[in-house]
T-cell receptor, first 115, second 109 residues
Framework: NAGVTQTPKFRILKIGQSMTLQCAQD?????MYWYRQDPGMGLKLIYY???????DKGEVPNGYNVSRSTTEDFPLRLELAAPSQTSVYFC??????????????FGPGTRLTVL | GEDVEQSLFLSVREGDSSVINCTYT??????LYWYKQEPGAGLQLLTY?????DMKQDQRLTVLLNKKDKHLSLRIADTQTGDSAIYFC?????????FGTGTSLTVIP
């Protein structure tokens, strides 16, 4: 299994540009999550999905959109990039069985800079 | 959202013990977790503790939970340079995980 993969690894955007961060998992996990990580701030949940066709907002959803058309893929869309969206973005997935060891598996991250 | 707090930095000498502390707010959390993040990588699960336990030991790792004070700690015995990383505690509420701010552990040779 490749686990959770994210592309691209790095990206620089100009203010107002749009882009899609890709996330895919091959573990047949029901749940998928998008986080952003800012220095000294820990991880903040942007959006999550409990299955194909279902998405929910997390703590910091403004400026982002997601879709979940398949179990494997959970892309994150930035429509009008702003400097405040400069961050490292992590995608994660999790199996839904109620066991504590069914924790989140994280991708390697996408480092985004908006200038 | 829930508040999960940690001190930002910790330095220890190689061979000493490290203790990383965490406070959380949701007393209904069933599990609490510790994750490790190495430079340039995502988070990896280190260990977890069920909320009705006080302590859990896993090789060099000891997790202590004080549910009354909502305080969680991670002790790493015989800390090695390979333990240098950022450590996050996390609690789960419903379908969402809430992560602490992370503690950057530096191990001095």
């Amino acid at each position: 299994n490749a686990g959770v993969t994210q592309t691209p690894k790095f990206r620089i955007l100009k203010i107002g540009q749009s882009m899609t961060l890709q996330c895919a998992q091959d573990m047949n996990h029901n749940y998928m999550y998008w986080y952003r990580q800012d220095p000294g701030m820990g991880l903040k949940l942007i959006y999550y999905s409990v299955g194909a066709g279902i998405t929910d907002k997390g703590e910091v959803p403004n400026g982002y959109n997601v879709s979940r058309s398949t179990t494997e893929d959970f892309p994150l869309r930035l429509e009008l990039a702003a400097p405040s969206q400069t961050s490292v973005y992590f995608c994660a997935s999790r199996k839904r069985s109620g066991k504590p060891t069914d924790t989140q598996y994280f991708g390697p991250g996408t480092r985004l800079t908006v200038l | 959202g829930e508040d999960v707090e940690q001190s930002l930095f910790l330095s220890v000498r190689e061979g000493d013990s490290s203790v990383i502390n965490c406070t959380y707010t949701d007393s209904s959390s069933t599990y609490l977790y510790w994750y490790k993040q190495e430079p340039g990588a995502g988070l990896q699960l280190l260990t977890y503790i069920f909320s009705n336990m006080d302590m859990k030991q896993d090789q060099r790792l000891t997790v202590l939970l004080n549910k009354k004070d909502k305080h969680l700690s991670l002790r790493i015995a015989d800390t090695q340079t390979g333990d240098s990383a950022i450590y996050f505690c996390a609690e789960i509420t419903g379908n969402q995980f809430y992560f602490g701010t992370g503690t950057s552990l530096t191990v001095i040779p």
